[in-house]
């Protein structure tokens, strides 16, 4: 298990270990992708990365790629 910082440009307002309707949630209903997001003010938001003997480079793959469209459509 290992915390990832995300891009800085990325918005997201996740709290660490509580639901909400915010980054985590648009990963999982529109990418299919579930993972623990949060984020910690000024030192940036992090994503848990928890592997499996299931998880498959396509599950990061994925991840990565959706973590830097949402960026690029915030950006715009």
Known sequence: ???VQLPHALMCDDVPGEPSEGLRATLREEYGVEAAIGSFGEKGTFVR?????????????????????????QTQ
């Open 49 to 73: 990365l928890s592997c499996a003997v299931y998880t498959t480079m396509s599950d990061v793959e994925r991840l990565r790629d959706a973590v830097l469209e949402i960026t690029a459509q």
């Open 1 to 3: 298990m290992v915390m």
